[in-house]
């Protein structure tokens, strides 16, 4: 079946401006995960959502940072005032529930100039 | 400490060699346990679960030790092809939160 699709997969943006970056996960996965992973870093946990329930926001670096995800669906990950810092790869991934592994997208390569 | 850690590496080893890498977790509540490698500039790909009596596919042996805290993958006659990051991560079973580690470079030398 479909795996989990991200959009767009590069992004070129100058400093200071909005982007919003979209996540289709896997239809019935409840579980929906954004990351960042800057060149040769391991994976940032940003924010999860998990059904109805709040989402955990703990990692969003900033409040530059938010992110949506309408009922079981697509998530929408958006960052306001783009920094240079910024510039990196923003994972999604899902998963059906707890014990179960996570399926990531190809990502989002965010390039802030 | 960190919760999850690995030795970054790089393991340099020769083609058709055995290598083998741990991860160690701090946490003695966690659940489930999961393999992921990463190649240059992709996405973290599942390569295998770990399951508590130790499991094995193909090429590839992961196995967990809970007394210890340490999950750990063996990798049989290797190829030119495992030349990537692998990435250890732990399942808590309070919450959906994972903890990853950050990765082993793995290099397979012809």
């Known amino acids: 079946g479909a795996g989990v699709s991200q959009s767009p997969s590069n992004k070129v943006t100058e400093k200071g401006k909005d982007v919003e970056l979209r996540c289709d996960p896997i239809s019935g996965h409840t579980a929906l995960y954004w990351y960042r992973q800057r060149l040769g870093q391991g994976l940032e946990f940003l924010i999860y959502f998990q059904g109805n329930s709040a989402p955990d926001k703990s990692g969003l670096p900033s409040d530059r940072f938010s992110a949506e995800r309408t009922g079981e669906s697509v998530s929408t990950l958006t960052i306001q005032r783009t920094q240079q810092e910024d510039s990196a790869v923003y994972l999604c991934?899902?998963?059906?529930?707890?014990?179960?592994?996570?399926?990531f997208g190809n990502g989002t390569r965010l390039t802030v100039t | 400490r960190k919760e999850v850690e690995q030795d970054p590496g790089p393991f340099n080893v020769p083609e058709g060699a055995t290598v083998a890498f741990n991860c160690t977790y701090s946490?003695?509540?966690?659940?489930?346990f999961f393999w992921y490698r990463q190649d240059c500039r992709k996405e973290p790909k599942l390569l295998m679960s770990v399951y508590s009596s130790g499991n094995e596919d193909g090429r590839f042996t992961a196995q967990l030790n809970r007394a210890s805290q340490y999950i750990s993958l063996l990798i049989r006659d290797s190829k030119l092809s495992d030349s990537a990051t692998y990435l250890c991560?732990?399942?808590?079973?309070?919450?959906?939160?994972?903890?990853w580690g950050a990765g082993t470079k793995l290099i397979i030398k012809p």
């Open positions: 991934a899902s998963r059906t529930d707890l014990n179960s592994p996570l399926h």
């Open positions: 991560v732990v399942d808590l079973d309070s919450n959906y939160q994972l903890i």
């Open positions: 946490n003695s509540a966690s659940q489930s």
